[in-house]
């Protein structure tokens, strides 16, 4: 079984800045890919980035410039350095991971979301 545990979301104001975090554990032998996806009230859930082990990031047009996706292989963590934003961010923030458990299943599990709220 793997856990996905995000932190980090919060409230700020326009053009500030926050930074998620998303902690993977469990049977992994492998994390193939991480990334973040959000949901704002009434709208269907957007991709917003992925990062591939050994590979390059992925990003939505809305963020690209201003967000940044990164992970830390060791800890099996990534993150999401969201800078600029704007009122149209605010949205439930969840990490998502593609693993390889460690009986050779592939599993793709998500975190239980972390609320971030931009105020103009």
């Known amino acids: 079984q793997v856990q996905l545990v995000e932190s980090g979301g919060g409230l700020v104001q326009a053009g500030g800045s926050l930074r998620l975090s998303c902690a993977a554990s469990g049977s992994i032998f492998n994390i193939n890919v991480m990334g973040w996806s959000r949901q704002a009230p009434g709208k269907q859930r957007e991709l917003v980035a992925t990062?591939?082990?050994?590979?390059?990031?992925n990003y939505a047009d809305s963020v690209k410039g201003r967000f940044t996706i990164s992970r830390d292989i060791a800890k099996n963590t990534a993150y999401l350095q969201m800078n600029s934003l704007n009122p149209e961010d605010t949205a439930v923030y969840y990490c998502?991971?593609?693993?390889?458990?460690?009986?050779?299943?592939?599993?793709?599990?998500w975190g239980q979301g972390t609320q971030v709220t931009v105020s103009s």
């Open positions: 990062l591939p082990t050994g590979g390059r990031p």
């Open positions: 998502n991971a593609a693993v390889t458990t460690t009986t050779g299943r592939p599993v793709t599990n």
